[in-house]
């Protein structure tokens, strides 16, 4: 709901020439909290876990409008990363105990669509509200979205069959449970593929507005809706003809859809570009987080997902600080920068081709 209308909220508040600052700051503490979070759901709990990424949520959209400067709204931002810090990891893991391993692509290709949804209806929303009643009331509703989750997450049945309580000393993260390496190579192809969104959330606003567009969340509800239709498939053919291929399928298209908004320089090609990239993101998304499942062991599908989280948003914080450096509010390097991020997602795709040779040929 808030991310279209940040940028221009912090050029207001004179911070203009740092909005890769926006999504690199949130990603950094998101990636940051995912050893905790995947420790606390193999430990804690999925449920509780949840509810801590939405009761954070929660209170930053509060915190917004009471922020008057530059420093603390970007320490706002660093606060509000635990939100997608806690919540996702949980979330996946609770998906991949409660379904049969054979229709994990198609589970987790349901889940990615109710994201998209959210995606589709959060920045129109957020944008119809900001335009017509003000910043203010924009970050209220974004609050009341967030208690709705808290309600329906406190009323979810705790599915991790050895729950702990909760103690301090769960928050003490040794060297080995930061990352879980037998997902490693799910988290390389989930690195370089999201650089894009790094850069798309960084730059789109702008460009839309330069474009002659007025609401800033066209470009996100025309990629979701076109994420929505093809996640309805992706995740049962990642299910029946393997992650691999379809991955490699999902990339591409990705890498293309990043090159076709660079390209393109008009409203056009803008949601041309859109709706190919949410194309290739909803057949990518189900088979790479089906692959990270695959690829773990189950006492540890909290760590897995949260390393496959800290790629995740390694490559968003990345792609969009690069992006938001490199602009420094020039537009005319707009579509340079979409061109060379389409050179870097397309490295995703031949890593997946090179891992699957080696892997064949090791066997």
Not at 73 to 93: D, E, I, Q
Not at 104 to 111: D, I, K, R
């Amino acid at each position: 709901m808030i991310i279209p209308e940040l940028p221009n909220h912090l050029s207001k508040m004179g911070g203009g020439e740092h909005k890769g600052l926006i999504i690199a700051l949130f990603t950094l503490t998101a990636g940051i909290s995912r050893p905790f979070s995947g420790k606390l759901t193999d430990r804690w709990g999925r449920v509780p876990v949840m509810a801590v990424g939405s009761v954070v949520c929660f209170i930053c959209g509060f915190l917004y409008p009471v922020v008057s400067s530059v420093a603390f709204f970007f320490l706002l931002r660093l606060v509000h990363g635990f939100s997608t810090g806690f919540k996702p990891t949980a979330t996946s893991a609770y998906v991949a105990d409660i379904i049969p391993q054979n229709r994990w692509g198609e589970a987790l290709g349901m889940h990615g669509l109710c994201f998209s949804i959210g995606g589709a209806i959060g920045p129109a929303i957020g944008s119809y509200i900001a335009q017509n009643y003000g910043i203010n009331p924009m970050f209220y509703s974004s609050s009341l979205f967030a208690v709705l989750s808290i309600v329906i997450v406190l009323n979810m049945r705790e599915t991790l069959p050895r729950k702990e309580s909760f103690s301090l000393a769960m928050l003490q993260i040794r060297r080995d449970e930061v990352l879980e390496f037998r997902v490693l190579p799910a988290a390389i192809v989930t690195l370089l593929s999201y650089t894009g969104y790094g850069v798309i959330l960084t730059l789109i606003p702008d460009w839309s507005e330069h474009l002659g567009i007025g609401n800033k969340g066209l470009f996100f509800t025309a990629y979701t809706l076109s994420s929505i239709m093809i996640r309805f498939v992706s995740g049962k053919v990642a299910d029946r003809y393997g992650r691999i291929k379809v991955m490699v399928v999902g990339v591409f298209i990705v890498a293309l859809a990043v090159l076709i908004i660079g390209l393109g320089e008009s409203v056009e090609g803008l949601i041309l570009g859109a709706i190919i990239y949410g194309i290739g993101t909803g057949v990518l998304s189900p088979a790479v987080n089906a692959w990270t499942i695959d690829l773990s062991l189950p006492q540890h599908r909290g760590k897995a997902m949260a390393t496959m989280y800290i790629a995740l948003e390694i490559g968003i914080g990345g792609g969009a600080l690069l992006a938001g450096y490199v602009y420094a509010d020039h537009l005319s390097r707009i579509p340079s920068i979409f061109i060379v991020n389409s050179l870097i997602i397309l490295s995703a795709f031949f890593y997946i081709i090179f891992w699957n040779w080696k892997n064949k040929t090791a066997t």
